[in-house]
T-cell receptor, first 115, second 116 residues
Framework: EPEVTQTPSHQVTQMGQEVILRCVPISNHLYFYWYRQILGQKVEFLVSFYNNEISEKSEIFDDQFSVERPDGSNFTLKIRSTKLEDSAMYFC?????????????FGPGTRLTVL | KNQVEQSPQSLIILEGKNCTLQCNYTVSPFSNLRWYKQDTGRGPVSLTIMTFSENTKSNGRYTATLDADTKQSSLHITASQLSDSASYICVVSVSGSGGGADGLTFGKGTHLIIQP
């Protein structure tokens, strides 16, 4: 069964460093998303991506964040200068239809720890 | 403000017992409601998705109900197994948001522990 994959599973970085989190969505999906979940808190929407551009973003997704689909399979989230409060689980998700109409398929997550 | 409240925050039951998790929402206009299971350190996995016209939907031992009038949903787990230990997240979708993910409101989840 196809699934969303994410790498790395755990990333440790120093405050101020750049990190890139990688995701491979399910191959025939058209909509891609990043979410984050701070330990013990609820899942929060960051950004959605469709047709090679950002379609929505939340207040969390400020200028420090960017997304890219560099080729036909990868979908990346870059944090330019990490802060302590960026420590969280980051989930990639994808689906064939828009999020509000159809279930999303989530990856296993990348645990980001900023020291 | 769109909100999803789940109860209880956490629940411990013995293996083989049944349990029911609650979700109340104030999201409007309503499009659909989903229940996800999230194992520790993993991404959420969809259990059910229900639209306005659906009152109940089952997925194996999981049965979700929806009362759109009272804006309440429940997830009933029958004959619990150790593998059911996880967080269960209620997510409600807003109608007319253009289908975007910003139209989804997540609950904080119920942390369920099944004891042998």
């Amino acid at each position: 069964e196809p699934e969303v994959t994410q790498t790395p599973s755990h990333q440790v970085t120093q405050m101020g460093q750049e990190v890139i989190l990688r995701c491979v969505p399910i191959s025939n999906h058209l909509y891609f998303y990043w979410y984050r979940q701070i330990l013990g808190q609820k899942v929060e929407f960051l950004v959605s991506f469709y047709n090679n551009e950002i379609s929505e973003k939340s207040e969390i997704f400020d200028d420090q964040f960017s997304v890219e689909r560099p080729d036909g399979s990868n979908f990346t989230l870059k944090i330019r200068s990490t802060k302590l409060e960026d420590s969280a689980m980051y989930f990639c998700a994808s689906n064939y239809l828009a999020a509000s109409y159809n279930e999303q398929f989530f990856g296993p997550g990348t645990r980001l720890t900023v020291l | 403000k769109n909100q999803v409240e789940q109860s209880p925050q956490s629940l411990i039951i013995l293996e083989g017992k049944n349990c029911t998790l609650q979700c109340n929402y104030t999201v409007s206009p309503f499009s659909n409601l989903r229940w996800y299971k999230q194992d520790t350190g993993r991404g959420p996995v969809s259990l059910t998705i229900m639209t306005f016209s659906e009152n109940t939907k089952s997925n194996g031992r999981y049965t979700a109900t929806l009362d759109a009038d009272t804006k309440q949903s429940s997830l009933h787990i029958t004959a619990s197994q150790l593998s059911d230990s996880a967080s269960y997240i209620c997510v409600v979708s807003v109608s007319g948001s253009g289908g975007g993910a910003d139209g989804l409101t997540f609950g904080k989840g119920t942390h369920l522990i099944i004891q042998p």
